[in-house]
């Protein structure tokens, strides 16, 4: 049976993953401020919520799953509310689009682009470099369907920069 | 081409680096949440604790009473008449409730107390007094609208309180279209308090009414109370606009104020950063500060100057120092701060005359005992 955890355990795991949540909000938003929004509500649910986390379950995990539907949420409130338009290629400010090269820019233009579902798993296997089954728990879904929202995510990607995809056999 | 290196291709454009400031600012923001969420338990705790006090009398008072009953019935036999306590003369504040005459009943007339206290908890009772203020409310929004009155005299001659308005606007507001919502903020702006923070704080998130929220939010605290609403605004561009509106209005108060965040780990960098990008830098009300009694408040601007520094700001604090051989510590350490060729040859000098190189010194010391 899954045991409840101590506060104070929550408290120093927070602090711990507090870089790593930080991370991968500003891979999903792709603007400093909004994975800022994103991580300061994220807290506020764990705050709420901490008692929900089993110490069977990996805290990282637990974290992303609470930024991916804060990330939602926002993401569907926003649709209803027009607030702030982002810049439509996301994690490129101005000053850093200089910096990197055209290819990233058009990879990152598409990955914003993503149906969400696609998005967020194309980032958590790619930009976090998760196994499927992990992802699979974060977002609530199967591996299967992992697997087929990245292959799509990657035939939109390499469809958008010219690229030759050929999907590799899997045993 | 295949599967790896587009991975690789994917995995370098989702190349992203947290900056420490974000980091720490987040920590820091955990930090107070779980102060106020102490806070919050503390206060339950002694609300449970005061309630089960509270039951724990009334059942002693209860137990007594219905003892004291016992004895009565011993005492006198005869059937107890039940007589109606001398009624309490309702105040001339009293408001005149129009009850129905209620059916006979075999107990007491309630007291002119108790039909209020019922008549205010009785669904009809509030669902009267919230349509009269609704129509409060919209007499003042269509004068104002119209331009038949300014909201502030407004606001004064309305027939319900200040508190009340201000509780129906914020409700209104939430759901307003956007005409209405400059509307409700303009009476805000004449009537609110810092319960409006909130959502004004909200509706400042989206662009649209950005600037019309915040010159709310400035007009209810002033410039110089914008210290506390920027604790309060999650938004970091609200945060940063909030910032550059105290440096702008360039009073000692509210310059100090902004001092106050410099002052806060949590907030520096953010303060640094709304410094130096300030269309208004309130150089000399910062000059006189230096001069401050309070110590915090002169390092903080010490640390302000030093970090916008540019050509005029190390002029002048040349200039400063070198006229003056009381000049403040801290005018020194804004001038070890400050990057550029005139500060570099200017300390050069300093180090090469025994009567100046005492004070940089003294400066370099505190810097180092500030451990920034």
Redesign the interface.
Known sequence: MALPVDRSLVDRLVVEHLPAGLHFALRLTGNEHSAEDVMQEALCRVLRQWRSFRSEASFKTWLFQIVVNVDRDRRRRRTFETLDREPACPLAEPADRLAVDEMDHRVRDEIGRLPDRQREVAILCLGEGMRAEEVATILGITEPNVHSSLHLARKRIAKAIGFDYAPQKRS | ????S??N??????R?E??TE??S???A??EA??HR?RQKRTVRRSLALAASLLVAVSIVGWASRHDLGGQDVVEAPQPAVQTAPPAIRPSPETPQIDVDVPAPSIGREPTALEQLVFYSHSPRGVDRANESLASVVDDLIEQVQTGQADPQSAVDDAAVSTAEIERELLRRLVRSKDGEKLTLMKILAAGGSMKSMPALLRVS????HRDEALATIEQIVGPEGLARVVRQA????VRMILMQRMLADGSDESVAAFLSLVQDPARRAEAFSAAGSANSFPTETLFALLRSDDQRIRLSAALVLGHVNGPDITRKLVVLVSAEQSAPTEAWMALLACRGELAEKFLNYATGRPQLLGHVNQARVQWARMNL
């Open positions: 081409m295949n599967e790896d587009l991975d291709q994917i995995r370098e454009a989702l992203v947290a900056k974000q980091v600012r987040l920590e923001f955990w949440e779980l969420q998130r989206s662009a649209a999650s938004n970091p561009q």
